[in-house]
Structures are given as C-alpha cells and as structure tokens.
C-alpha cells in the first residue's frame, strides 16, 4: 500500500514570513513528486513538480526533494494571504504505473 | 490554452439512478485520468486511459463504475445504480504524454450528490 503523508495542520503564518509544508512517501521506488494546491471548492491546481535530489525555485516557491529519507518539502517565502489553501503533496511511483498517490493535504493560513 | 472541462459542474441524483459525467482533456494530451475526492479520504485515483485503452482500472471502486474514451479525447466515467456512498467531487486530468514524469493538469470537478 503506497502511502504519502502530510500533516493535516492548520499552519498558521503570518504575512510575509516563510511557510514550510513537509511530505513523507512510503514506495522507495517513486520516481517524481508534485505540490498542488487546493482553494476551498476548487481543484487542485499544480504548483511544482521536482524530480531529483536537491532544491527546485520557482518564484516564490521551493520544492526540495530527498529521496533516501523519502521526503519532500515545498517553501513559500513572503507569504501572502492568497496563499491560504489546502496543499496536497502527490507522488507517481512510476514503474508501469501512472497514477498519482495524494497526502489528505495541509491547510496553510496566512495571518495579515 | 483551454484547461480541461468537465460536464456538469454539479449532480443531484436520486439512490439507484445511473449518473454519467464527462471529462474533455487539453488538447493534444494522450493520457487522462479519473480521481474522486470525498470529505475525509483525501483524492483516490480510479482510472486511467492512454488513447483510448485503459491499462490501469485498479481504482474503480466496484463493479458499477465503468468508463470509456473515444477519438483519444473526451472521457465519460458512468456510475450505475448510484448510492449515498458515492457522493463526492470526481475530479479527471490530463497529461502530456505517458510516463511516470508528466505533470497532470486538473479539471473544475463534477460535484455528485446521491440522495
């Protein structure tokens, strides 16, 4: 059973500072990993893909991806209140198989 | 570009109907999947179709799911016989091409409620 966890939260931040999401996957074998995120009633809409080991930037936003210790974080810095939503870690284990496994998500507040 | 569209936006149906939702990808993507999302189990992944085949339905919940692909684009997912349990966002997405490392773009969601 390929498992990813996220811890549900909420996270509280205030505006300006830098929140930090965290991820754990259970298939050793998974092969790319996604962050998206999630408005109350919307779809998820993708925010960062990371493949390889290390940090990936985009903006705002840092993924960073360590697959011996099987985790993967995202960094949003000068957090902003548009940033408050639900953020849902997948993981595509690859291998003949294309399917993304989610987290259940973390709820992510940021204060003004 | 155009996203991915789904039809409809929301559902009310009563026990028993059978439900048919419709799933049209991004333009020149091949591969396209189906998830559903319910309070408290987070986005479960049902089925996936590359063309038109379906190599993977591990995720279709009983026999009353089913769906089909045609002309490698638009997707419907039909739910016979539909029951409370079944109430939930069914969200379909698309990709660019098959394999392990292409991002996949998410549609607005059909919202089904089973009365």
């Known amino acids: 059973q390929k498992e990813v966890e996220q811890n549900s939260g909420p996270l509280s931040v205030p505006e300006g500072a830098i929140a930090s999401l965290n991820c754990t996957y259970s298939?050793?074998?998974?092969?790319?990993f996604f962050w998206y995120r999630q408005y109350s009633g919307k779809s998820p809409e993708l925010i960062m893909s990371?493949?390889?080991?290390g940090d990936k930037e985009d903006g705002r936003f840092t993924a960073q991806l360590n697959k011996a210790s099987q985790y993967v974080s995202l960094l949003i810095r000068d957090s902003q209140p548009s940033d408050s939503a639900t953020y849902l870690c997948?993981?595509?284990?690859?291998?003949?198989?294309?399917?993304?496994?989610f987290g259940k998500g973390t709820k992510l507040s940021v204060i003004p | 570009g155009a996203g991915v569209s789904q039809s409809p936006s929301n559902k009310v149906t009563e026990k028993g109907k059978d439900v048919e939702l419709r799933c049209d990808p991004i333009?020149?993507?091949?591969?396209l999947y189906w998830y559903r999302q319910s309070l408290g189990q987070g986005l479960e992944f049902l089925i996936y179709?590359?063309?038109?085949?379906?190599?993977?339905k591990s995720g279709l919940p009983s026999d009353r799911f089913s769906a089909e692909r045609t002309g490698g684009s638009v997707s419907t997912l039909t739910i016979q016989r539909t029951q409370q349990e079944d109430s939930a966002v069914y969200l379909c997405?698309?990709?660019?091409?098959?394999?392990?490392?292409?991002?996949?773009?998410f549609g607005p969601g059909t919202r089904l409620t089973v009365l």
């Open positions: 179709f590359q063309g038109n085949s379906a190599p993977d």
């Open positions: 997948a993981v595509n284990s690859g291998a003949g198989s294309y399917q993304l496994t």
């Open positions: 997405a698309s990709s660019l091409e098959r394999n392990s490392y292409n991002e996949q773009f």
């Open positions: 990371i493949y390889s080991n």
């Open positions: 298939d050793r074998g998974s092969q790319s």
């Open positions: 333009s020149g993507h091949t591969a």
